[in-house]
């Protein structure tokens, strides 16, 4: 198990940029497909693909929602993933979860939050209009 821990959420308005970062600790980082996922307030029961990334940083895949606006990179040397959000919008608002999930393959990638076995405790991102 890793332990996953997110910083970097806040309030902003529309059209300005965030950057989460998500620290791991307890396990060999580098074996992990990372994942981003987001909880808007009136969703209570579903946690949306935002983007992720392989172990090995080479394949990153993201919502059609945030596609050309969000970026997803890994530093493996600091047991860290990061989400460079630009150009933010009022329906990004929400709970933002960094995720973790063990693999062998060097490029895979998963979309479903119910194959990721480790969670963050979730950071806040308000955008008003």
């Known amino acids: 198990q890793v332990q996953l821990v997110e910083s970097g959420g806040g309030m902003v308005q529309a059209g300005a940029s965030l950057r989460l970062s998500c620290v791991a600790s307890g396990r060999t980082f580098s074996n992990y497909v990372m994942g981003w996922f987001r909880q808007a307030p009136e969703k209570e029961r579903e946690r949306e693909f935002v983007s992720g990334i392989s172990r090995n940083g080479g394949n990153t895949r993201y919502a059609d929602s945030v596609k050309d606006r969000f970026t997803i990179s890994r530093d493996n040397a600091k047991n860290a993933v990061y989400l460079q959000m630009n150009s933010l919008k009022p329906e990004d608002t929400a709970v933002y979860y960094c995720?973790?999930?063990?693999?062998?393959?060097?490029?895979?990638?998963?979309?479903?939050?119910?194959?990721?076995?480790?969670w963050g405790q979730g950071t806040q991102v308000t955008v008003s209009s």
């Open positions: 995720a973790a999930i063990p693999t062998f393959g060097l490029y895979t990638i998963y979309t479903d939050s119910r194959q990721y076995t480790d």
